[in-house]
């Protein structure tokens, strides 16, 4: 996997969210439990630095086109409703 993230066009990035979202949700994984990857408030905390909620969005795409991040749930329809993710086995 991490030889496909890092020829990926915006693979970089996706490896080092990608690290990020193991530590901070790997035991929800582990449990069972889907996580929120919310774009503007991973930025708002400046998680990775000072990204912008593009990068992380172009990022957690690249995730879930190379079948490492699947969307459970859409968020969008309030303002703290976030979508939901799972690692992919």
Request: aromatic share 8%; proline share 6%; no cysteine.
């Given at each position: 996997m ?11 990035d996706a490896l080092?969210?990608f ?5 901070a949700?790997g ?9 929120a990857?919310s ?11 000072r990204w ?15 079948g ?7 968020g ?12 992919v086995r």
């Amino acid at each position: 996997m991490v030889r496909q993230l890092s020829m990926a066009q915006n693979g970089p990035d996706a490896l080092l969210l990608f690290a990020q979202l193991q530590l901070a949700h790997g035991a929800r994984q582990t449990r069972g439990e889907f996580f929120a990857v919310s774009p503007a408030a991973m930025s708002a905390a400046r998680i990775i630095g000072r990204w912008g909620p593009g990068r992380y969005r172009n990022a957690r795409q690249t995730l879930i086109d190379l079948g490492v991040l699947s969307q459970i749930r859409k968020g969008g329809r309030s303002p703290h409703d976030p979508s939901l993710f799972r690692f992919v086995r």
